[in-house]
């Protein structure tokens, strides 16, 4: 799926009336079957860009097109549609805790089953191969039939990427899919997601704090800060020195006019569980 754009801007979910807008002015075009990551320091506007994305948070201004339509103006059905052709992956899954991992999984086809189906599938899963391999592409085949409730949060973070593999979608916005993963099993699951979407021609829009992770599997490059771009790159051209500006504690960093503190690691420090 093709995104584009123009001078867009949204407010947060939970943002009063006199808040300032989480996005401001945002322009850019993804190309389908394209894979971006997006970084930032928390409060810069990620999550709300994947809502707007998503189609599930209109712009306060500006304009979203998604395959050159304006989501918004299309009539109720239609944008229902729109939204089954995605799936929005957030940070912590909302997972039944009673449910079974592979029922959990095979949620991600809803959009393209009959009720019928649906039903059917709660009591006798519908394809439990499909759920099996998808599991397996995050290191999860043997919890197929565990409960939800049994697992850690970063295997409840790879159950919902698992969903993303078996849904009909061809959009993947995930939000913050390694933050519950210790490194070695983030890098992973994150080249396992980049892997799927590469080989199933999906567009994939990711949000990261690891950068890192970022940079070493994500050919293109988003800084957001405050809810502006400050960048858009080749992963190869995102310097030491823009990550200080993009994550600066004062104001003389983020100008430009001091160098970060000597005692400053070059690259933000990631903390893997929050």
């Known amino acids: ?75 109720r059905r239609a944008l229902q549609r729109l939204r089954g052709r995605l ?30 189906t649906a039903l059917r599938s709660l009591f006798y899963p519908v394809d439990i191969p499909a759920a099996e391999e998808a599991l397996e592409a995050f290191e999860l085949g ?23 593999l078996v849904s009909p979608a061809q959009l993947w916005l995930v939000d913050e899919p390694l933050s519950a993963l210790d490194p070695a099993r983030a890098q992973r699951a994150i080249a396992a997601l980049v892997r799927e979407a590469g080989a199933r021609g999906v567009t994939l829009v990711a949000t990261l704090h690891q950068v890192e992770a970022a940079l070493a599997h994500f050919p293109r490059i988003l800084g957001l800060r405050d809810g502006r771009l400050m960048f858009d790159l080749p992963s190869a051209e995102v310097t030491p020195a ?3 500006r993009l994550y600066a504690q004062h104001e003389d960093e983020l100008q430009g006019t001091v160098p970060p503190a000597t005692d400053a690691p070059a690259l933000p420090v990631v903390m893997q569980c929050r």
Not at 50 to 60: I, Y
Not at 89 to 95: A, S, T
Not at 100 to 108: D, Y
Not at 142 to 164: H, T
Request: with cysteine; charged share 20%.
């Open 242 to 244: 823009l990550l200080a």
């Open 142 to 164: 043997d919890k197929l039939f565990e409960r939800v409730d049994r697992l850690s949060g970063g295997e409840r973070q790879r159950v919902g990427l698992a969903r993303a």
């Open 87 to 116: 799936i929005l992956v957030p940070q912590v899954p909302p997972l039944p805790p009673r449910q079974r991992v592979v029922t959990a999984v095979l949620a991600g086809r809803l959009p393209s089953w009959s009720l019928w």
């Open 1 to 75: 799926m093709k995104l584009s754009l123009q001078d867009l801007s949204a407010r947060h979910a939970t943002a009063r009336r006199e808040s300032a807008d989480a996005l401001s002015g945002l322009s850019l075009d993804i190309a389908a079957s394209e894979q971006l990551a997006v970084i930032g320091p928390s409060g810069a506007g990620k999550t709300t860009l994947l809502e707007v994305l998503a189609c599930g948070r209109p712009p306060s201004a500006g304009r979203l097109a998604i395959d050159a339509t304006a989501p918004w103006a299309l009539p």
